[in-house]
C-alpha cells in the first residue's frame, strides 16, 4: 500500500513537502516515484528515486526546484517542491516499480490514491 500525504494550497513561490507511506508488498521495489497529473493532461513523471544506488531522474520541468529522497528505516520518500508555479497544480502519486532506473509511467505497478497540490495566489 502507499499513502501520500502534504498536499494542499499554496501560493506560487511557495514550498510543500509531500510524502508517500510505503506498506506490505510495495516495500520490495526497485524504483519509487512521483507523478503528477493535471485535468486534461497526461500523466507525467515528476520525480523517481532507485532502491539499489537512490541514483534520481528529475523530469526537466522540475529540475532544480523539487528534491526526492526516501528513508528506508521509516519506509517513506518525500518530494520536497521549491519555488513552486501554478503549472505545478496537480494530482501528485506515488508509485512503485520492479524495474531498475525506470520513471516511466507504464512500467509502475502499484500507485497510491494521490494527493491535491494546488498552486494559485
Known amino acids: 500500500q502507499l499513502v501520500e500525504s502534504g498536499g494542499g494550497l499554496v501560493q506560487p513561490g511557495g514550498s510543500l513537502r509531500l510524502s508517500c507511506a510505503a506498506s506490505?508488498?510495495?516495500?520490495?521495489?526497485?524504483?519509487i516515484g512521483w507523478f503528477r497529473q493535471a485535468p486534461g493532461k497526461e500523466r507525467e513523471g515528476v520525480s523517481c528515486?532507485?532502491?539499489?544506488?537512490?541514483?534520481?531522474y528529475y523530469g526537466d520541468s522540475v529540475k532544480g526546484r523539487f528534491t526526492i529522497s526516501r528513508d528506508h528505516a521509516k519506509k517513506m520518500v518525500y518530494l520536497q517542491m521549491n519555488s513552486l508555479k501554478p503549472e505545478d497544480t496537480a494530482v501528485y502519486y506515488c508509485?512503485?516499480?520492479?524495474?531498475?532506473?525506470?520513471?516511466?509511467?507504464?512500467?509502475?505497478?502499484?500507485w497510491g490514491q494521490g494527493t491535491q497540490v494546488t498552486v494559485s495566489s
Open positions: 506490505g508488498h510495495t516495500l520490495e521495489y526497485q524504483a
Open positions: 528515486i532507485s532502491s539499489y544506488d537512490d541514483s534520481t
Open positions: 508509485a512503485t516499480t520492479q524495474i531498475y532506473g525506470s520513471c516511466n509511467r507504464y512500467e509502475y505497478d502499484y
